[in-house]
């Protein structure tokens, strides 16, 4: 077993990388748009099937599984220790509209053949191993990142917000998520969070979603934080009217408060002086939304991050300075600003770094300590368990669009160094 000759178990590690390969592009069809773009929105149709596909290779791997109320999904193996707390690895199978079928998907199909890697080794494990899937890791629906996991880490607020919270088309979160067979009751939510010392270690497969790993041909990135992320959404209102009658002087455009708040988004993230700083106006819409109609109304999702909590939070005020200044000039009504999360960043565990580093060493494969700019369920994770990361290369560092990439190589290391640190973890 892994625990008593590290050199000889190590080389009994074959991953199947023909079936991890199979999984990932059968899961990746499972998806709103063509191919190769991916489009998976939580509680659709699609969001059901690939829950599905995911439950059933958690059978076949012989986990017991368990679902919560708001769909996040466990499958355990159990240790010979059962009482102790167990390891849980895992991330999301959620897709962003027109993104790509790695992200979060390698550290669930990842997991599971992590899982499978080491039944086939004969090892066998002290404390538990379980594989999460996680509940809309992206914001994409309800506007919340990270859902899943911020409940399982206890955030009562969320709970609370849940039962009033609506989509785009203002279908409420509680029936989508019946639509999927959850949240039978309403105060499920509040069921969902995790109870503190429930794991003893969290341990997330991603790619990398930056170029740094491919560009210096080093197989695993071992991640040592993640940067603080926050998102806002604001809304201007004006009068609107007639694109010809209205005259210049009479008009109180919307449309332009808004176009002048994306442009001070970039400049106060500008203005930071770190490359750290980042800040994006990815979503904004006008109303009516007619070529010949001055908007009336606009709205814009603003998500800023920062390596730096205070950094960060600096440019949240600045935005919402400007936010203010932009409506007084312009005459129109600033209607809303509000902080949808505003979320520290978190920092990877020592004694689950040194796990990822010694599993690679063992393995022979170089890696490099970095920080995760993009969050990951990681980020709530570590508030309840002592949280670690590992990265694989991905190409050119795409991800968020179709031309993501990872090789079945690249996949394959990832979940070999996994396997390794879940079982020395376990054995801890
Ligand atoms: O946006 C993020 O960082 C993550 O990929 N959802
Ligand atoms: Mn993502
Ligand atoms: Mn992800
Ligand atoms: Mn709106």
């Known amino acids: 077993p892994i625990h008593e000759s590290h050199s000889h178990s190590v080389s009994s590690l074959s991953v199947d990388a023909r079936s991890l390969q199979k999984q ?108 999460i899937l ?55 939510f509040y069921s969902v969070s995790l109870k503190k010392g429930s794991y003893s270690a969290f341990v997330e497969l991603h790619i990398e979603q930056g170029p740094i790993l491919e560009k210096e041909g080093i197989p695993i990135g071992i991640v040592t934080a993640i940067a603080a992320p ?40 500008l203005e930071s002086g770190s490359i750290d700083s980042v800040g994006t106006v990815g979503i904004l819409e006008l109303h009516p939304g007619a070529i010949n109609s001055i908007p009336s109304k606009s709205h814009l999702e603003i998500d800023t991050r920062d390596i730096d909590e205070e950094r960060r939070n600096i440019i949240i005020e600045k935005i919402r300075q400007s936010a203010s200044a932009i409506a007084k000039n312009r ?40 920080i995760s700019r993009a969050y990951h369920d990681s980020l709530f994770m570590a508030r309840v368990s002592p949280m670690g990361m590992i990265f694989i290369p991905c190409y050119k560092g795409y991800s968020h669009k179709p031309e993501e990439y990872a090789s079945i190589e690249n996949i394959s290391n990832g979940v070999k160094v996994l396997a390794v640190t879940l079982a020395k973890l376990s054995q801890g």
């Open 134 to 188: 996680f509940t809309s890791e992206e914001p994409t629906r309800f506007g919340i990142s990270c859902l899943g996991s911020r409940l399982l880490s206890g955030v009562e607020e969320l709970a609370k917000a849940l039962k009033t919270t609506v989509d785009g088309q203002n279908i409420s979160f509680i029936l989508a998520a019946r639509s999927a067979g959850y949240a039978e009751e309403k105060d499920d």
């Open 230 to 269: 926050a998102s806002i959404k604001v809304e201007f209102e004006g009068n609107g009217g007639h694109a010809g009658a209205v005259l210049m002087p009479n008009r109180n455009d919307a449309g332009l408060a808004a176009a002048e708040l994306a442009l001070a988004v970039e400049r106060h993230v």
């Open 331 to 370: 005459g129109v009504r600033l209607t809303e600003f509000k902080i949808v999360n505003q979320d520290p960043p978190a920092l990877s565990d020592k004694s689950i770094i040194e796990a990822m580093e010694a599993a690679s060493k063992e393995l022979n494969l170089t890696h490099k300590k970095m």
């Open 24 to 131: 990932i592009d059968e899961l990746a069809t499972f998806s709103d748009t063509p191919a190769p773009s991916v489009t998976r929105i939580l509680y659709t149709e699609k969001d059901v099937l690939a829950r599905r596909f995911i439950k059933n290779l958690m059978g076949l791997s012989g986990l017991s599984i368990r679902e919560d109320a708001v769909g996040n999904i466990f499958g355990r193996w159990e240790g010979s220790e059962p009482e102790l707390a167990a390891i849980a690895t895992g991330s999301h199978i959620d897709a962003i509209p027109y993104s790509g079928k790695y992200d979060g998907v390698v550290g669930v199909l990842g997991a599971i053949e992590a899982i499978n890697t080491l039944k086939r080794s004969g090892f066998k494990p002290k404390k538990s191993l379980e594989v």
